[in-house]
């Protein structure tokens, strides 16, 4: 069992310490794994935690931004540096259960028999505990992209996926990608299941983004995605020496 979790973080100084812990603890019958840690430019004390925490913590990776970039690139670059075959993201402001991420990671590996290039295992938050207006602009947006997109999974805005390293690396890379990920993969001849995972209110720390800023670039990033699966051509190999 070996697997890296990338979280990318922007201003998450009071969760950095509590939602560690909780991934050693749900990892713990890991032969091997890491935690790779991704400071998108913070402008708080992320810096400094972090590197407190990578000091007493081996299985702690901390990678820091120069700028904000957004959360699409920080979660690219953790994949980048990540060592295990397997990835598993989830948000770092603590509403994502890690003790989630076994189910999903055994889901991905005992699904493979039944669902041919199974490549993702996306949560899926039935019992969101947000604000109404999150949760019900949140099941618009993933209605319309469902709709539009056809790409099978009822909540693709879960930070917590499960999926495989090097089938993420081969998918066109583009900021806000991170939204779009089953689409994709289905575009070039994958699969995506989604399993039920747990929804946790924010205890600490304010959301960084806002409902209208999110669905004015969701519209551009939507119709650029559409674009982009009309103009797939997956190639089937039929033979090689």
Known sequence: MKISVVVPVFNEAENLQPLIEEIKQALSSYEHYEIIYVDDGSTDDTRQTL??????????????????????????????????????????????????????????????????????????????LDSKWRIFSSKLANSIRSWLLNDQTPD?????????RDKFLDLPYFNH??????????????????????????????????????????????????????RASPVVIEESF
């Open 51 to 128: 590197e407190k925490l990578g000091g007493v913590i081996p299985e702690l990776k901390v990678i820091r931004h120069r700028h904000s970039y957004g959360q699409s690139a920080a979660i690219r670059t953790g994949i980048k540096q990540a060592v295990y075959p397997v990835i598993a993201t989830l948000d770092g402001d603590g509403q994502n259960d890690p003790a989630d991420i076994p189910g999903l990671h055994e889901a991905l590996q005992q699904k493979q028999q039944e669902i041919a290039n199974l490549w993702m295992v996306a949560g899926w938050r039935q019992k969101r």
């Open 156 to 164: 693709t805005g879960c930070g917590l996926k499960v999926f495989y």
């Open 177 to 230: 990608i991170h939204r779009f990920l089953p689409a994709l993969i289905i575009r070039e001849g994958g699969q995506v299941i989604s399993a039920p995972v747990n929804h946790r209110p924010r205890q600490r720390g304010v959301s960084k983004y806002g409902t209208w800023g999110r669905l004015w670039v969701g519209i551009v990033d939507l119709m650029g995605v559409m674009w982009l699966i009309k």
